[in-house]
């Protein structure tokens, strides 16, 4: 695991509260699940639960479960005697083994087959593991971490998860917040990579972001969480050409282009921008993931903002291209951009 990446850096309740969960059950020879959603730090978890614990001198190995193929994985968690299966040319000792002593994290828990459930619940339970094609069991001392961003009840209930299995895995659930409910860890969190990224580039100082930006970031729904986050302010920092300035142009899609695609999939938008594979900047107006509204009038002004702020930076804060991309005149697009105090 990368040492730079076992850092934790925020300073939200919800964010300082799951640290704290975790830091309490270290100490604890007992299971734990750790629940987010992608990129919120789930391995940082396992790391510090192994850490904590009495075990930190021990292995701390990890498995990502959705990495291997469903014949494979149980050969890769319990191992397998010479000549189990084709290919098993000499026996080999599997994560739990390998792990006796520390801690095995299994990323990705929820991708494990049925199979492969039975079979962990017994090493769980009893503590022991039998290696395929033997029927000697070995005794292994191993404390268990498992991620996942399934809702392992629901899956329980839709007979794809063992509830036996759920039991022995629950002791503790400690469950991530994502990012965008992480009040003020935006700011922090761009900052600290965004310096981080100025100093590899070799910059003399950190100019620090522009308000378009920390704008945009603010307003981000942030699906890949902080791993989303450090991709797109490093990126930022690095296409940025004058080091003097505060960094103040944020592209989140990296695939995002108005050439994407070609003729194929370009929206149809007439002949003539067929014949020139022309595609219109597409802007989201996802509100699946959008707080409670409490205040209408105020939601719609804070909608109308977040999709300038977001067009303009697509279109490289060139307004006639983004008065154009709106389907807007230029007066009606200075019009809105002084309204919401755009207009730099």
Known sequence: MDRDNIQFIGQSSAFLDAVERASRAAPLNRPVLVVGERGTGKELI??????????????????????????????????HEAGA????????EGRFEEADGGTLFLDELGTLSMG??????????????????????VHVDVRIVGATNEHLPNMVEKGRFRADLLDRLCFEVITLPPLRVR???????????????AAELGWDGWPGFGEIAIRALENHIWPGNVRELRNVVERAVY??????????????DPFDSPWHGGVASAPMQGQADKQNNIAEPRF??????????????????????????????????????????????YDQLRHTLKKHDLLG
Request: proline fraction near 4%; charge should be negative.
């Open 46 to 79: 396992a790391e510090r639960l192994h850490r904590l614990s009495t075990r930190w001198d021990g292995p701390l190995v990890t498995i990502n479960c959705a990495a291997l193929p469903e014949t494979l994985i149980e050969a890769e968690l319990f191992g």
């Open 85 to 92: 299966f084709t290919g098993a040319t000499r026996a080999r």
């Open 116 to 137: 492969a459930q039975e079979r962990l619940l017994r090493a769980v339970e009893y503590g022991e593991v039998t290696r395929i094609g033997s029927s000697r069991p």
């Open 183 to 197: 009040e003020g860890d935006i700011e922090v969190l761009s900052e600290y990579y965004g310096r981080k990224m």
């Open 239 to 252: 296409r940025w050409a004058d080091p003097a300035q505060p960094v103040d142009y944020i592209q989140f």
């Open 284 to 329: 989201s107006t996802d509100l699946s993931q959008a707080v409670d509204v409490t205040d209408f009038r105020e939601a719609t002004e804070k909608f109308e903002k977040a999709v300038l702020e977001q067009a303009l930076a697509k279109c490289r804060y060139n307004q006639r291209q983004t008065a154009k991309a709106l389907n807007l005149s």
